[in-house]
């Protein structure tokens, strides 16, 4: 049906729901039954698209390609030591996918347990009683009750409003508000946009409210009828990811030039006397050097990112954002709720020219009013009566007790339904004596005249006892240049300028110490206007106002505030302070939690459009901001070079989040609006949190870049000096096997114990990453390339020094002459396993340079893995030696597990025969260890440069 067609009274009766108690939930569950869930159709995702294929990348590829090759040449051999190195590539393949899979199930079910934070709430009239529920429970015939910051989850005819706007860009593209209206409207097939009276699912209330009734649900909605002809969005690459891919893509595209290059140079100048021989240790080459981990390496250090910030209280909605947060260099922060424990508390009113206390913090309601510390008697007071009365009644929050669970039992706790400057003057009122429901249920409300940021005044024109009133409350410089009249000692007298002077001297001095003010008027409305009370604007009502008083308002900073933005300066980090406050409050506060300072600049809202973007970036405390004006700071910061986060909850925050380097949404505070815009959601809505997010960003970054490091150092290395030794020594310094061990020890455990290393302290206490800095900066550049060069010199240095006879052949490697070389089948070396006491002789015919062609091969892998393992603790800082970095406990025992796999090719004969690993004496140990001692030395010394 053409909702937007009938009138409120035809949708009310086809739906069979009343405007004042709405549906019942017998009745709402039995259309449901009918209608299906209030949900959208998703995309199905199989097992292969969910888990698999984001760990498929070209690199995988290409050694899958490479391990068939390597079964079709195990194939046409027909030796079963040929399906070794095959089989051991698709089990660490198989590994490293299982793995990313844990993880991602991890993050899944992480989120799953977060979701009821970070979704969408209704409010919804049932049996006469508003209740919150999940949007997929809302049924046609349910009556939303609407406000500012709310999501819209169904389409709906609205049929009462009071200034409600909608922002309908999800739906049509519009950025602005549009104006709603509850009348019928003519015509048919309408184009949305013409569509006035009507609300559709996916969109936002902008300002005002009011109450609707829903006439569609899921996919019969505007939003669900497009939905179901649009593929599911494919998620964006994470720029990190795509930087790790190019990067491995590279590199295999370095590696398959090498392997050219050996081809054709043993092709067309030595000569190939065994193509399948050839092919296998080319392959097996490729095999080595890929650096297939990269992509998966950063997946999972990332994924874990989310489930560390997840149980630190930052829900990750986007996975670049963790890596952002490590370069952020400027935090643009709300003081309500963020750097304060957002618990509004009334503690000072200004009343009749004299100052009233008020004892008690937070909602509840054990305080009282004092004057010169003695209980004040409201009741004799009818001024101040009238401003409790006001803000009570020109109110829209209210209160809602709710039972927490704790591990030492449940609590009850006093929640704010809406604002909490509201919820104060609430809590006031009960601290005055008064049953602030029962004040409410005596007024009447006709018209509310909606707060806005422009604005920064909320009226209600309400109707008592057959006497009609205009409640006023705001800024109380916005409310004093609405007023004639001020009552002074029982007595209505005009309010001259010098009387508006004093009391704004008077609330800037209150306002400079911290607290925020609020200011109150009213006036008694003539019968003639309230006849035309819903055609006039707001400047012909907000006039010739009586100045009731102010009330002063504090909302003590959070604890572990000041100490996390102290880390965050220290670690060159900018933070500068937005609110809609006073600036003397803003910048008491700021104050107090050292983000404003001695020199430091503020800046007013209005002031903002004309700051230059260097003036912006040295201002430390915006006051009297406007939703709008984030968004210049926003662009003018990143004009100046700065990684910016900005926090917000608001709906017209949600610009300036979307701009933002990283968005920040308060998960407790926030509106929906708001949420939906954001890269990071803060389910405590504290500034500590975000310096959490920034340390696990850094040390998220450190640990991918470790990896990096580490893995390029194994890389080139092996690469240059597998490739120097075939193409001018004509040897193949490791076999296939040999090779294989490489890739499944060293190449995959370290990786993995570098992923969870510890995050250093130190690193909150350096300069934030330049926003330009690649993955690899110079300084880690000219390491790497040291390390490299050190290991290719000693390992080819040792390889020489072993065939020229500079290491001999001790008693030790000889072996056993029932020891068949694999690779041919049937080359009986000749020499003897066991050891006599007696040396051993000669006898003639030995295949001496055999020999000692496979003690260089042992001695150089064991050399090799020593030196690669010291490159893995070496790859955790470019500073820190390896002795003072944080205990990484599995790296430690992932490192043990390499040394296991070492010890056991060189004693266990099975293992010695198929890898052509002769056992080694304690001399060959011990030049091994004491070459790769070389290369550690060499890094340590880099570092003390």
Known sequence: MD????????????????????????????????????????????????????????????????????????????????????????VILGINILIAMIQQRKVEKTLEALEQLTSFKANVLRTGATMEIEPKEIVPGDILVLKQGDFIAADARLFQENDITIN???????????????????????????????LFSST????????????????????????????????????????????????????????????????????????????????????????????????????????????????????????????????????????????MTVQKIFIDNKILEITGVGYKNN????????????????????????????????????????????????????????????????????????????????RELSFTSERKIMSKIVKNEGNYLCFSKGAPERILKLCDYIFLENNLIPITEELKSDIIQKMEEIAGKGYRTLGFAQKSLSSDITTNIDNLGNEEIENHLVFIGFVAVLDPPRSGVKRAIEICQGAGISTAMITGDHSLTAKSIAKDLNIFKLGDYSGSG?????????????????????????????KALQQEGYIVAMTGDGVNDALALENADVGIAMG?????????????????????????????GRGLFGNIRSNIVFLLVCLFSELIILSTVAL???????????????????????????????????????????????????????????????????????????????????????????????WSGNENIGYVFERRPEPYSFSGGENIDKLIEWKAQTVCLITLIFSEIWMAFEARSIKVGIFKGPKNIALYILITLVFAILFLITIWDVAQMYLVIIT??????????????????????????
């Open 204 to 343: 936002f209330v902008t300002s005002g409210n009011g109450r609707a009734i829903v006439t569609a649900t899921g996919t019969e909605t505007e939003i669900g009828i497009i939905s179901k002809g649009i593929a599911q969005k494919e998620h964006r690459e994470i720029p990190l990811n795509k930087a790790m891919n190019k990067m491995a893509t590279n590199f295999g595209l370095i590696v398959l030039g090498v392997i050219i290059v050996i081809f054709l140079y043993h092709f067309f100048i030595t000569g190939i006397d065994d193509y399948v021989g050839e092919a296998q240790w080319l392959v097996s080459l490729a095999v080595a050097a890929i650096p297939f981990n990269f992509p998966i390496i950063t997946t999972i250090i990332l994924l874990n990112g989310v489930l560390k910030l997840g149980k630190k209280q930052a829900i990750v909605r986007h996975l670049n954002a963790i890596e952002t947060m490590g370069r952020l260099n400027f935090i643009c922060s709300d003081k309500t709720g963020t750097l304060t424990q957002n618990q």
């Open 728 to 822: 001018f020594l004509n040897h193949q310094i490791f076999n296939p096997l040999q090779l294989v061990i490489l890739y499944g020890s060293i190449h995959f455990f370290p990786p993995f114990g570098l992923m969870f290393d510890k995050y250093d302290e130190r690193i909150m206490k350096n300069p934030p990453k330049d926003a330009k800095e690649p993955l690899i900066s110079k300084k880690y550049m000219l390491m790497m390339i040291l390390q490299i060069a050190t290991i290719v010199i000693v390992i080819i240095t040792l390889w020489l020094m072993i065939m020229y006879d500079k290491i001999p052949i001790f008693d030790e490697n000889y072996i056993d002459p029932r020891f068949l070389n694999p």
């Open 367 to 446: 305080g009282d009013i004092l004057y010169n510390e003695q209980k004040y008697n409201v009741e004799q007071d009818n001024n101040l009566k009238s401003l409790i009365f006001n803000g009570i009644v020109n109110n829209n929050a209210d209160f809602r007790e709710e039972t927490v669970s704790l591990k030492k039992g449940s609590t009850q706790i006093i929640k704010v339904l809406g604002m909490p400057t509201e919820g104060s003057l609430l809590t006031l009122g009960q601290k005055a004596g008064f049953d602030y429901s029962k004040i409410r249920s005596s007024y009447d409300v006709i």
């Open 3 to 90: 909702a937007y067609d009938l009138t409120i009274e035809d949708i009310f009766e086809q739906l069979k729901t009343s405007r004042e108690e709405g549906l019942t939930e017998e009745q709402a569950q039995n259309i449901r039954k009918t209608t299906g869930n209030n949900v959208l159709p998703k995309k199905k995702v199989n097992f292969y698209q969910k888990y698999i294929k984001p760990s498929f990348n070209l690199m995988i590829i290409i050694l899958l390609i490479a391990a068939f090759i390597q079964l079709y040449i195990a194939y046409k051999l027909g030796t079963a030591v040929d399906y070794v190195s095959p089989i051991i590539i698709f």
């Open 668 to 696: 407790i505070s926030g509106t929906d609006v708001a949420k939906n815009a954001a890269d990071l959601i803060l389910t405590d809505d504290s500034f500590s949190t975000i310096e959490t997010a920034i340390f696990h």
């Open 606 to 634: 209005n002031e903002i459009k004309t700051m230059t973007s260097d003036k912006i970036a040295q201002t430390r405390v915006f006051s009297r901001v406007a939703p709008e004006d984030k968004e210049l700071i926003v």
């Open 920 to 945: 080694l004496s304690w001399k060959d140990w011990l030049i091994a260890f004491g070459a790769s001692l070389i290369v550690l030395i060499v890094s340590e010394i880099y570092k003390k440069i």
């Open 168 to 198: 309908e860009s999800n739906l049509t593209g519009e950025p602005t508000a549009v104006e709603k209206i509850a009348d019928r409207i003519e015509g048919s097939n309408l184009p949305i946009q013409d569509q006035k009276n009507m």
